[in-house]
């Protein structure tokens, strides 16, 4: 069966714009989590979103958002970005919170983002 | 906060050698996950350890979790060149508003030959 699917895979951007990323969970995960990986704070939780809901949320600025669609697909958005925004965003599924808790949690490829 | 803590953060190591990798984390917890992740790809994962004294193995790696001592192993054994990667533990954590996942820095592990 199909895994996480992230899109873009790669993009860059300038200081002061916009980006949306996208994540298609594994069919029939409801809940999905992203994490941002940078050189200078590793792997940290940004949100979970279970039956488009936002359960969870991690210690960002509120320029950092994201939301989760009926069809389980979430996205998320960074607005006013800056370079320290440039990262490896990775997208996790689940069927709920509580299997990922369990080690049912699948991660997609990632986007890169590139600010300049 | 919870804190998860890897050392070495660092390790160079000969083909054929064994060494281990520790992880200890700072509150209560019975879930300990195991990544391993190559440059520039997302993470892979390796091991899932769900209660006190569950021990995994697979292959050249094998981990540990001792929940009263909030400490991980992963330990290497025999090492090979196709070993070298980055590997990251995550300590679960689910509350009633949800779950997340909490890293520890990484250890960039290299195998040579």
């Known amino acids: 069966k199909a895994g996480v699917t992230q899109t873009p895979r790669y993009l860059i951007k300038t200081r002061g714009q916009q980006v949306t990323l996208s994540c298609s969970p594994i069919s029939g995960h409801r809940s999905v989590s992203w994490y941002q990986q940078t050189p200078g704070q590793g792997l940290q939780f940004l949100f979970e979103y279970f039956s488009e809901t936002q359960r969870n949320k991690g210690n960002f600025p509120g320029r950092f958002s994201g939301r989760q669609f009926s069809n389980s697909r979430s996205e998320m958005n960074v607005s006013t970005l800056e370079l320290g925004d440039s990262a490896l965003y990775l997208c996790a599924s689940s069927l709920t919170p509580e299997l990922a808790y369990t080690g049912e949690l699948f991660f997609g490829e990632g986007s890169r983002l590139t600010v300049l | ?113």
Request: net charge neutral; with cysteine.
């Open chain 2, 1 to 113: 906060e919870l804190k998860v803590e890897q050392n070495p953060l660092f390790l160079s190591m000969q083909e054929g050698k064994n060494y281990t990798i520790y992880c200890n984390y700072s509150t209560t917890s019975d879930r300990l996950y195991w990544y391993r992740q190559d440059p520039g790809k997302s993470l892979e994962s390796l091991f899932v350890l769900l209660s006190n004294g569950a021990v995994k193995q697979e292959g050249r790696l094998m981990a540990s979790l001792d929940t009263k001592a909030r400490l991980s192993t992963l330990h290497i054994t025999a090492a090979v060149h196709d070993l070298s990667a980055t590997y990251f533990c995550a300590v679960v954590v689910l509350t009633a508003s949800g779950s997340r996942l909490t890293f520890g820095e990484g250890t960039q592990l290299t195998v040579n030959p």
